[in-house]
């Protein structure tokens, strides 16, 4: 049975003057699904979500929003959706408790219900303990796990993550993952989340739109996205003698499954089809043009040869934004100079 749609985008567009950030970009999203928007740094991720939650009006293009026109009722749109933007939001004057707390009362929700939500988000996210402590003593990834419960106390139906773990230490980027995993499968809940992480989106999300310059090049889940590359394994392979056997270039092109190969350093890398099933072939080509192989190794390809693929360049991993994680809304102007 098909799920019904979350979101649904039809030529959506924004212009600011004479540049385009989105270019008549379409898709839709079922009910319950994490989607992902992979690009890298300006490529139209954060002004779509703007539009998607009625903070920037589409210069041409529809977009529906849990059944309802983002144009027409921005309202209703706000009622059913939760944000968390790139910057940290949390009042640093408050303690968690008190920062979810004034959450839910500005969707006014009864206080004892409030109180009951309020417990058990963070209990989920793991800040049970810290829940009276100030957030001006919270670290970044503390700040940033409980701003994305703070959004759901009233119940959203979809939750917009724009950048969640930009600045984030590796560490705490994989906390704020197995939490999103865990809200999915025990919330009913659909999650559009941007980024520019290759393994943030191939480990949540179920499809991925790669979005480059305001354009969706390609949309479909991580595996299928692979799947469809040319040449969709890696054989990496080194030799004993820690050189380029002569004429091994041509040879091992000339195999049927073999797409291309590269050297990286003393590193040959083949990208084949099926690698387990056309090893025994490839060993055997080295084999006899006198390669001596010392190591082995195979892996599929990632999200970031889809992107080159597609796109004929690299995500370009800028530098994260510096995130101050002690200026914020309510900081103290002393802690602020």
């Known amino acids: 049975m098909q799920k019904p749609l979350a979101i649904e985008v039809l030529n959506l567009t924004k212009k600011f003057g004479n540049l385009t950030a989105v270019d008549n970009v379409s898709f839709t999203i079922s009910s319950g699904e994490f989607f992902g928007f992979l690009g890298p740094n300006g490529a139209g ?6 539009m998607l939650t009625t903070l920037l009006k589409p210069t041409a293009g529809k977009a529906v929003v849990t059944c309802c026109d983002v144009s027409k009722s921005p309202e209703e749109v706000r009622k059913k959706i939760g944000v968390v933007p790139q910057a940290l939001t949390s009042d640093l004057d ?6 979810m707390d004034l959450y839910g009362r500005f969707y006014n929700i009864p206080k004892r ?12 996210v793991g800040l049970t303990n810290r829940e009276n402590d100030l957030v001006a003593t919270y670290s970044g990834g503390m700040r940033r796990r409980l701003e994305i419960a703070r959004v759901l106390v009233h119940k959203p139906e979809i939750l917009f993550l724009d950048e969640p773990t930009i600045g ?16 999915m499968e025990t919330d009913s809940l659909t999650i559009f989340l941007s980024t520019h992480y290759m393994e943030e989106a191939e480990n949540l999300c179920d499809r991925v739109a790669i979005i480059d310059n305001g354009k969706i090049i390609v949309l479909d889940s991580p595996g299928k996205l692979k799947s469809e590359l040319p040449g969709n394994d890696i054989i990496s392979l080194t030799f004993a003698d820690a050189g380029r056997p002569e004429g091994l270039q041509d040879a091992v092109t000339a ?3 073999v797409h291309r190969i590269k050297w990286d350093e003393e590193v040959l890398r083949v990208y084949v089809d099926s690698g387990a099933q056309n090893l025994p072939a490839l060993m ?17 390809q990632t999200l970031e040869d889809v ?21 914020g809304a309510g900081v103290p102007q002393k802690l602020g100079r």
């Open 45 to 50: 991720k954060t002004t779509l979500i703007r």
């Open 94 to 99: 408050l303690t968690g408790y008190e920062n």
């Open 113 to 124: 219900e409030r109180r009951e939500k309020i417990r058990h988000l963070l209990d989920m």
């Open 168 to 183: 984030l230490d590796p560490q705490s980027r994989r906390v704020v993952w197995e939490f999103l995993s865990k809200f």
């Open 255 to 257: 195999l049927p499954f």
């Open 284 to 300: 055997d080509r080295l084999k006899e043009h006198g390669a001596v192989i010392s190591s082995i190794g195979i892996q599929e």
């Open 307 to 327: 992107f080159i693929h597609y796109t004929g360049k690299s995500i370009r991993e800028e530098e994260a934004k510096k995130v101050s994680f002690l200026i």
